[in-house]
């Protein structure tokens, strides 16, 4: 399987991580929200914690976006189109709000320009697939003007992402199914002559590929979570492969189940039949994150995007774009049709 190259890209090992954020975890935890003060430029970024969970074939992708709430009152992670093979969620400081203003700054809001690539961007992540450099890109230029209107010194971790997208699609030219995790680091600068005013900078993102493998490597469950000292426990694919009790007696239930859980395991996921492995999905993770808000969804490469469970938040529908006046009523949205007042 051929890789996409990516300028930064790190192939990380989260678990050599986890220690670090832990010990900052004491801290920054369980102040979730980074505020800046001043009275006419206050500004409060809330984060979404969560775990995404992908099982990926040939042509059909089938996802979950589970809630792990950081403290009362944090959003969940959010599932927003990003162009015609991609869909992003989003995770860290996904909603942000300015307190004069009477609704918050939603980074899944206002995006419809990253499917068309913008030819003044081509190049600036060097060898990076143009389509992830737009992605990328658009939402570096929404978290700048919001990050940079917080002027206090943050206690926030050094090494977690201030925000991170989870890329889930189908890359270019039959590349095939992929998952990326987009990682937006920040640094702060006091500025001497202002006193304790600091300046507050978003990173470029940061790019890691979790699926495909390398060439030859057992093809399992995609699985990442923000932030990664509050995701506790094993993965799904590592309860599966220890034969977890409760997982195991939903899988025997049913002959389908078994099969596909029995390909997920030797690591042959990509064997496993897309519909199957969704169900079993669909009532596995009640089990395992018992009364948890989640999400799960299809992507096929040739169909688009489905809901198997959709959000619990009721979602406008969107105006359609100039590019969309073709789009068909029927053809697969992120958007739940909100039900017309009675």
């Known amino acids: 399987m051929r890789m996409r190259r990516v300028y930064l890209l790190r192939l990380k090992r989260r678990g050599a991580a986890c220690a670090v954020l832990a010990l900052a975890a004491v801290v920054a935890w369980p102040a979730m929200r980074l505020v800046a003060q001043d009275q006419d430029d206050e500004i409060v970024a809330t984060l979404a914690g969560g775990r995404v969970i992908v099982h990926a074939t040939a042509e059909n992708i089938a996802f ?135 300046q507050t900078k978003v990173m470029r993102p940061r790019f890691e590929q979790l699926y495909p493998p390398e060439k030859k490597a057992p093809k399992k469950l995609a699985e990442t979570c923000y932030p990664s000292s509050a995701c506790k426990g094993p993965q799904l694919q590592q309860l599966l492969e220890g034969n977890e009790p409760s997982l195991a007696k939903l899988s025997d239930s049913d002959p389908r189940y078994l099969k596909a859980v029995d390909f997920v395991t030797k690591g042959q996921a990509q064997k496993a039949a897309s519909k199957d492995f969704a169900e079993f999905l669909r009532a596995a993770i009640p089990i395992v994150y018992p009364g948890r808000q989640f999400v799960l969804g299809t992507f096929e490469e040739q169909r688009g995007f489905n809901w198997i469970v959709p959000p619990e938040e009721p979602i406008e529908r969107a105006q359609k774009q100039p590019e969309d006046k073709n789009r068909p009523a029927e053809a697969p949205t992120l958007r739940r049709r909100v039900d017309p007042p009675r």
């Open 64 to 198: 979950a976006a589970i809630n792990e709430p950081l403290e009362n009152g944090t959003v969940p992670p959010r599932v927003v189109s990003l162009d015609s093979h991609h869909v992003g969620v989003l995770l860290g400081s996904s909603e942000w709000r300015i307190p004069a203003e009477p609704a918050p700054i939603r980074m899944d809001k206002g995006l419809s320009h990253i499917a068309v690539a913008d030819p003044k961007y081509q190049g600036a992540y060097n060898d990076t697939e143009s389509d992830l450099e737009t992605i990328g890109v658009a939402f570096l230029e929404k978290l700048t003007p919001l990050a940079a209107r917080l002027h206090h010194k943050l206690d926030f971790p050094h090494d977690q992402p201030l925000f991170e997208l989870v890329v889930i699609g189908f890359g270019p030219r039959d590349y095939g199914p992929e998952v990326w995790t987009l990682e937006y680091g920040m640094t702060q600068s006091m500025i001497a002559t202002r006193g304790e005013y600091w």
